[in-house]
């Protein structure tokens, strides 16, 4: 079992900045994959950012060049700094952990609000 708590949400204007953090319960060295995911109202849940086996950072189109996923082991704690944030980014962020295949291996956290607006 992973538990994983997610914080750092928030009301932010257009064009500001707000950053994520995901902390584990357990270690996340080694994992398959670690990562952020949205869901908007009425929208289907969709990936933000991830970092798979080995370190790779992935990051979906929408987000390119303006978040950036990063990890500290040793705190067991994955980050999401969302620069030049969009009203369009406005969703519920969750902070996913997949450690080997099968729905018991794949685990979420809460979410956490952020909202951009004017």
């Known amino acids: 079992q992973v538990q994983l708590v997610e914080s750092g949400g928030g009301l932010v204007q257009p064009g500001g900045s707000l950053r994520l953090s995901c902390g584990a319960s357990k270690s996340i060295s080694g994992i398959n994959l670690v990562g952020w995911f949205r869901q908007a109202p009425g929208n289907q849940r969709e990936w933000v950012a991830v970092?798979?086996?080995?370190?790779?950072?992935k990051y979906a189109d929408p987000v390119k060049g303006r978040f950036t996923i990063s990890r500290d082991i040793a705190k067991n704690t994955v980050y999401l700094q969302m620069n030049s944030l969009k009203p369009d980014d406005t969703a519920v962020y969750y902070c996913?952990?997949?450690?080997?295949?099968?729905?018991?291996?794949?685990?979420w956290g809460q979410g956490t609000q952020v909202t951009v607006s004017s």
């Open positions: 996913r952990a997949v450690t080997g295949t099968g729905p018991d291996r794949d685990y």
């Open positions: 970092i798979i086996s080995g370190g790779t950072t």
